[in-house]
Every structure is written in structure tokens, then in C-alpha cells.
């Protein structure tokens, strides 16, 4: 199973984002990827419960249609990791034609820089141990089923993910506010140039071997800027 997690630094915008679970179609029924799911946590059932860039595809299409209200008001801005399936030209296309920006977390450095990883992942995976240690303690024989287990897991997240506010994870990896509230880890690393960065800069965001077309990645940011500057 793979979990396409979603967050925002704004609450009402958080309550929209869609929460997507990948599971494979032969261990996963209709019935039970269709118990598990809510409106805006949604089981999909597809020949693998890895991420692809299909998925991606179809995701980019989903979260421009659930971030609708908010266009007038907000850029929407993606930031992800440099895993191939995100980099893919049909994934950089997608994004483009639903006014979404992507902005790669650099390869390795997750850690430091994205916000899931800095902030939410390690207290979201002990809510759900907690919540599958409660869910052993509840069943006959303390043995769960493939479908209790699956809707336990989409329950903890809506509770989890949409019960609170993310803003300091974005404050803390610099994607807001002002660098006096990045990390400490981060502050170690120095200021960034005023001038902005040169197109090598934005290679080194990549993984050394992946070819990446820097005009057709950032193409919608840099057309916004010379627009606003015309």
C-alpha cells in the first residue's frame, strides 16, 4: 500500500485535499477499497500499490478540481520528492494544464526540506500503530482482516491529517513565512543568494542521472514572473 499524502498550511484548505491510498486490485476487493474510502479519502485499485506516474497524472487532475474554490485567491504550489514517477513529461504536462507548480524537494534531502517528512510522517505512522494495536485488542482472537485493517488506516488519517494544523511544518522547511523560522538544521545550511538561483542551482535539485527539461518544469512559475514584470 502506498499512501499519497497531502497537506496544506492553510485549515481551510486542508479540509479539501484528497488523501489517496494505492493498493493492489488482487489483494484489495471492490467491497472492501469502497467500505474503506470517504469523499475526500479515497482507496484506488490499480495493478500496483506502487505510486506511477499515471497515478500522479490522475492525482494532479483530482487536486486541481478539489483546490477550485480557492484559484481567485491562491497559487497552488506542490512540492515533491524526486522519486521517477513524479519527474515524468506527462506528469510535468499535467501539471501545467491544471495551473498547479511542482517544486522538487532535492534528491536526499527530504529530510531537511520537506515539509511531510520534517513535521508529519513519524507522528502519523504512531497514530497508526496505535490505532492497529487497538484494532488487535478489539478483534476475535486478535486477528484483524485485510478490510477492518484498511478502513482502520483511512479513518486514522482523515482524524489525523485533517484534526490539525500544519502551518509550522511549512514554517519550519521555509516554503512560508521568513527565514527566521526555519529550523536550526536548516539555518546551519546558510542563507540563499538575494539574486535568486542560476539554471545550474536548479539542476543540482535533481538526481544526477534524471534529464529533466528545467523550461518545461518551471515554465509556469517563469511565465507568471515575466508577466508580472512586463
Not at 66 to 71: A, E, M, S, V
Not at 106 to 134: F, I, S
Not at 209 to 228: K, M, Q, V, W
Request: some cysteine; proline content about 6%.
Amino acid at each position: 500500500m502506498t499512501h499519497i499524502c497531502l497537506i496544506s498550511d492553510l485549515p481551510d484548505v486542508q479540509r479539501v485535499l484528497p488523501q489517496v491510498f494505492l493498493v493492489n486490485q488482487y489483494t484489495c476487493s471492490v467491497a472492501a477499497a469502497a467500505a474503506a474510502s470517504l469523499d475526500n479519502v479515497q482507496v484506488w485499485r490499480q495493478g500496483t500499490a506502487w505510486s506511477t506516474s499515471i497515478t500522479m497524472v490522475h492525482l494532479l487532475e483530482l487536486l486541481s478540481s478539489r483546490l477550485q474554490p480557492f484559484r481567485e485567491q491562491y497559487q497552488p504550489i506542490l512540492i515533491m520528492d524526486c522519486d521517477p514517477c513524479h519527474l515524468s513529461s506527462a506528469v510535468v504536462a499535467a501539471a501545467t494544464a491544471n495551473g498547479i507548480w511542482l517544486v522538487p524537494a532535492p534528491a536526499r534531502l527530504t529530510w531537511l526540506l520537506q515539509p511531510l517528512d520534517v513535521c508529519v510522517l513519524r507522528q502519523y505512522k504512531r497514530e497508526l500503530q496505535k490505532r492497529y494495536r487497538r484494532l488487535v485488542c478489539d478483534a476475535v482472537g486478535g486477528v484483524v482482516s485485510d478490510a477492518e485493517w484498511l478502513l482502520g488506516i483511512t479513518r486514522a488519517a482523515a482524524d489525523f491529517l485533517y484534526s490539525r494544523p500544519w502551518r509550522h511544518a511549512f514554517l519550519r522547511t521555509g516554503t512560508t513565512g521568513t527565514q527566521e523560522s526555519v529550523s536550526s538544521a536548516l539555518k546551519s545550511y546558510g542563507s540563499p543568494p538575494v539574486q535568486g538561483p542560476t539554471a545550474e542551482h536548479l539542476r543540482l535539485l535533481f538526481p544526477r542521472r534524471r534529464n529533466i527539461d528545467l523550461d518545461s518544469f518551471f515554465h509556469p512559475i517563469l511565465a507568471t514572473c515575466r508577466s508580472r514584470l512586463a
